[in-house]
Nanobody, 129 residues
Framework: VQLQASGGGLVQTGGSLRLSCTVP????????IGWFRQAPGKEREVVSC????????????YYRDSVKGRFTVSRDNAKNTVYLQMNNLQPEDTAVYYCATDTLSNCRWPLRGSGMDYWGKGTLVTVSS
């Protein structure tokens, strides 16, 4: 299972980007998707998580404190895609962003990268000051 993350780029402080995560030939509906990031010289950290909404009327979403109110994670099952909308980006958000799953349904927050079974290639987000 190879997840694909895309949508990164270069933006100025205060700008926005939307990252996408999909898996060709694999249905994401039933699985949690975690977003992680790793800045140069720093350890990987979890950014957000969205649980499966199959059998539920709503999504369960989680965010690290530093992105609450700025980032929004969502999923479009029809498009088999999970999004991370990032607004009011700051230089400290600069990192390579990854999506991952452990093929379980519910996020156990904070999500641990060591517990993820499948990762996508990262997408670079650079926020200029």
């Amino acid at each position: 299972v190879q997840l694909q993350a895309s949508g990164g780029g270069l933006v100025q402080t205060g700008g926005s980007l939307r990252l996408s995560c999909t898996v060709p030939g694999f249905t994401l509906d039933y699985y949690l998707i975690g977003w992680f990031r790793q800045a140069p010289g720093k350890e990987r950290e979890v950014v957000s998580c969205i649980s499966s909404n199959i059998g539920s009327s709503s999504d369960n979403t989680y965010y690290r404190d530093s992105v609450k109110g700025r980032f929004t994670v969502s999923r479009d099952n029809a498009k088999n895609t999970v999004y991370l909308q990032m607004n009011n980006l700051q230089p400290e958000d600069t990192a390579v962003y990854y999506c991952a799953t452990d093929t379980l349904s519910n996020c156990r927050w904070p999500l641990r990268g060591s517990g993820m079974d499948y990762w996508g290639k990262g997408t670079l987000v650079t926020v200029s000051s």
